[in-house]
């Protein structure tokens, strides 16, 4: 809902003072409101702030303060009729509107925090993907449960120094988060907060003061010569073989793993893929299909698991740890974590650390490293980050100074 007040200035008095309006759009509709007796000059009127503007001292008094706040007690009652709109889910509708406006008792509008959190969470379903919802979700949960711990309610107005620094305190000492995963929280929050502060919700604009401190993360992969050792590993187990090859075909592709749960024969060319990818809402998106990809869709060609066989998320993540363990993909891996300024270093056998993630990282890290061209990896990934793609540029390009090291400057 768009509010704005206006001069008619095709109706001023024979004393030049025009009619102050209000138009409201919502829905496509507009309102026209008169507002009863206000009115001021052109020369009074600050278009930018649509208020009248004080007169100068040697001018007569022109009522700027009690026409102002008669503006200010219009432009808050359809803000907070707006609010009741949108915490109602009443249609968005001129009807709507001038309905409550002619109510003599204008609506209560709780600003409830966490009903409103509902709603925008409801809002962006059909924008984001599944994973990113879900993130919300567990954002929302951790804020329900950071109010118990602080023992009030947490509302719009009361988001706000004090709230973050306590926010940070309960992350890092009670839950023991990663400065990674707390930014995230906050991340969210803050999306939230600006959605809201865009619809009038709530006027607070302290959140925009709030500061991350995620530190870059080790990139995660499987080297040329571990890819191999699993996806030429017998397996006894044909639950370990089908992850295995779903995780190898991510490697040989790209493809999130997002993506490949959508896969479908349909999808599937002599050459390559085209599909939909569903976290960038690219459309028609071609992946090329490498020998060994290939090989994996022709193991399954024709079987009930045609193009692959997918489990869930969560079962995956653990079976694949078990892969990389039987096929000995145990090199000692050191990973460093940072909860506040308290750094972690723990260092695991690398299957451990291995997931659905890692496979599309093995993805882009090998083919730089074989040499593909860093604009045709990054078309095939639809990596949108600069900043995302270049970490793996970095790896290849450290990978091959190595190289060089251990080979040309032994001569």
């Known amino acids: 809902?768009?509010?704005?007040?206006?001069?008619?200035?095709?109706?001023?008095?024979?004393?030049?003072?025009?009619?102050?309006?209000?138009?409201?759009?919502?829905?496509?509709?507009?309102?026209?409101?008169?507002?009863?007796?206000?009115?001021?000059?052109?020369?009074?009127?600050?278009?930018?702030?649509?208020?009248?503007?004080?007169?100068?001292?040697?001018?007569?008094?022109?009522?700027?303060?009690?026409?102002?706040?008669?503006?200010?007690?219009?432009?808050?009652?359809?803000?907070?009729?707006?609010?009741?709109?949108?915490?109602?889910?009443?249609?968005?509708?001129k009807n709507?509107?001038?309905?409550?406006?002619?109510?003599?008792?204008?609506?209560?509008?709780?600003?409830?925090?966490?009903?409103?959190?509902?709603?925008?969470?409801?809002?962006v379903k059909p924008k984001f993907a599944y994973y990113?919802?879900?993130?919300?979700?567990?954002?929302?949960?951790?804020?329900?449960?950071?109010?118990?711990?602080?023992?009030?309610k947490i509302n719009f107005d009361n988001v706000d120094e004090t709230f973050y620094d306590e926010l940070i305190r309960y992350g890092f000492q009670e839950k023991e988060f990663s400065n990674n995963y707390l930014s995230k929280i906050l991340a969210q929050l803050k999306t939230f907060l600006r959605w809201a502060l865009d619809r009038n919700i709530h006027s607070?604009?302290?959140?925009?003061?709030?500061?991350?401190?995620?530190?870059?993360?080790?990139?995660?992969?499987?080297?040329?010569?571990?890819?191999?050792?699993?996806?030429?590993?017998?397996?006894?187990?044909?639950?370990?073989?089908?992850?295995r090859d779903t995780y190898c075909?991510?490697?040989?592709?790209?493809?999130?793993?997002?993506?490949?749960?959508?896969?479908?024969?349909?999808?599937?060319?002599?050459?390559?893929?085209?599909?939909?990818?569903?976290?960038?809402?690219?459309?028609?998106?071609?992946?090329?299909?490498?020998?060994?990809?290939k090989e994996i869709l022709d193991k399954y060609k024709k079987t009930i698991y045609e193009p692959l066989p997918v489990i869930s998320g969560q079962k995956f993540n653990e079976y694949i740890k078990e892969c990389c363990e039987v096929a000995k993909i145990n090199t000692p891996t050191t990973v460093s974590r940072f909860s506040g300024n308290k750094r972690v270093d723990k260092t695991v056998p690398k299957h451990e650390l291995i997931t659905s993630h890692t496979a599309r990282k093995t993805f882009v890290t090998n083919s730089l490293i074989f040499g593909m061209k860093e604009m045709v990896v990054r078309n095939i990934t639809g990596h949108k980050k600069e900043s995302t793609f270049k970490r793996y540029v970095k790896i290849a390009e450290d990978f091959k100074q190595k190289e060089m090291q251990e080979t040309w400057d032994k001569i």
Request: aromatic share 14%; with cysteine.
């Open 1 to 93: 809902m768009q509010v704005n007040f206006y001069l008619r200035t095709e109706k001023s008095n024979k004393d030049g003072l025009c009619p102050v309006n209000c138009t409201v759009n919502i829905g496509g509709e507009r309102i026209r409101i008169n507002i009863s007796k206000v009115k001021s000059s052109k020369k009074h009127w600050n278009t930018k702030d649509q208020r009248i503007k004080p007169n100068l001292k040697t001018e007569n008094y022109n009522f700027h303060i009690e026409f102002n706040e008669k503006i200010d007690e219009l432009d808050s009652k359809l803000k907070n009729i707006y609010r009741h709109i949108l915490l109602n889910k009443l249609p968005q509708t």
């Open 96 to 123: 709507s509107v001038q309905k409550l406006l002619n109510d003599k008792n204008e609506p209560i509008v709780e600003q409830d925090f966490f009903k409103t959190f509902d709603l925008y969470i409801e809002s």
């Open 132 to 152: 990113t919802i879900r993130s919300y979700n567990t954002t929302y949960n951790f804020l329900e449960e950071f109010e118990t711990y602080l023992g009030y």
């Open 204 to 243: 607070n604009r302290k959140f925009e003061k709030f500061q991350k401190f995620d530190h870059e993360k080790e990139v995660i992969y499987l080297t040329k010569d571990e890819l191999f050792k699993l996806y030429n590993h017998k397996f006894d187990s044909q639950r370990l073989e089908h992850v």
């Open 249 to 293: 075909f991510a490697c040989f592709t790209g493809l999130r793993f997002s993506d490949i749960y959508q896969l479908k024969p349909s999808h599937i060319f002599e050459n390559n893929i085209k599909l939909n990818i569903k976290k960038t809402k690219t459309i028609d998106h071609e992946i090329p299909l490498n020998k060994f990809a």
